[in-house]
């Protein structure tokens, strides 16, 4: 990625930007259309020279029918002044990132006036990731192509960190399950499996309240804490709050429920934050009871 005198002077911009704005959506159709044009995208949809011969660029037809059947929010052709929904932008990327390939000239065809060409599929992503990835980066946008081309968001560092040094051996392998796939749904770009990473992260912690002995949830909840901390100390008091103020969010908000009486969130932030605060309480109780963590 290209260092500028700003990114030198100043750091990076900080990557907390959900949307994909009208600038950032115009410099992304703009490398999209060049690769269109340069014949990069020959690579999954070659257009084939007249005379039969050989491929001589991308087939922009086949392209783009191909894409409005794989990415159903799209469509084609696409126009600077009109942006798609990001999560539909996160898919036309992934879409071009499969297809691409960098052009290499072979045989001059002087008739028809172009090169018979073939493409270095390695190169040719690396360079289209990397130009996606100047512009959301340059821009503040939350999310980044893998070299592999997939879109992933990125995560607040505290949270990422957090995440990424984490492990879990509860004993019970649907509990281990459960904040595996927890982990992995919150970095989605797509905010209906964040969604479902916040209601398997609470159904991991109902999961995790019944591991203890006990005759039942309540007595398994409160041996689990004691635990923690020190019965009758409190801090042992404070999380019992917690527990149960993080139970009530849990039964509050549409996170492990669906009726109508259930609040629904209306921002990632919202939902980084309660995925955030349960983590802890979860990691904190993996760590002091051998669990992981």
Not at 24 to 50: A, E, K, N
Not at 110 to 132: K, M
Request: charged share 25%.
């Amino acid at each position: 990625m290209t260092a500028y005198f700003t990114d030198r002077e100043h750091g990076a911009r900080p990557r907390n930007a959900d949307a994909i704005d009208a600038r950032v959506w115009g410099g992304l159709y703009s490398v999209i259309m060049t690769r269109l044009s340069d014949g990069s995208f020959g690579y999954r949809f070659p257009q084939q020279c007249p005379d039969g011969n050989g491929a001589c660029g991308s087939d922009e037809q086949a392209f783009g029918r191909v894409l409005v059947a794989e990415v159903p929010g799209i469509d084609w052709p696409v126009w600077p002044d009109q942006i798609p929904a990001t999560p539909v932008i996160l898919d036309l990327l992934e879409f071009c990132a499969a297809a691409v390939g960098q052009p290499v000239e072979g045989w001059f065809h002087p008739f028809y006036r172009h090169h018979h060409l073939s493409w270095d599929r390695e190169l040719g992503l690396q360079r289209f990731v990397a130009d996606v990835n100047l512009l959301l980066g340059r821009n503040g946008i939350a999310y980044e192509m893998t070299a592999a081309g997939q879109a992933r968001r990125l995560l607040p560092l505290p949270l990422a960190e957090a995440l990424g040094r984490t492990s879990f051996a509860t004993g019970d392998l649907e509990t281990d399950r459960l904040l595996e796939a927890a982990r992995i749904c919150i970095a989605s770009p797509k905010p209906e499996v964040r969604q479902d990473a916040l209601e398997k992260l609470w159904d991991a912690f109902e999961r995790l309240k019944t591991l203890e002995p006990g005759s039942n949830k309540k007595s398994q909840a409160d041996s689990l804490l004691d635990r923690v901390a020190p019965p009758g100390s409190k801090l042992r008091q404070a999380l019992g709050d917690e527990a149960l103020a993080l139970t009530s969010i849990g039964n509050t908000f549409r996170i492990r429920h669906s009726e109508t009486s259930q609040e629904s969130l209306t921002a990632s932030e919202q939902a980084d934050y309660l995925f955030w605060r349960m983590f802890a309480f979860v990691h904190l109780i993996l760590k002091a009871t051998g669990r992981g963590g």
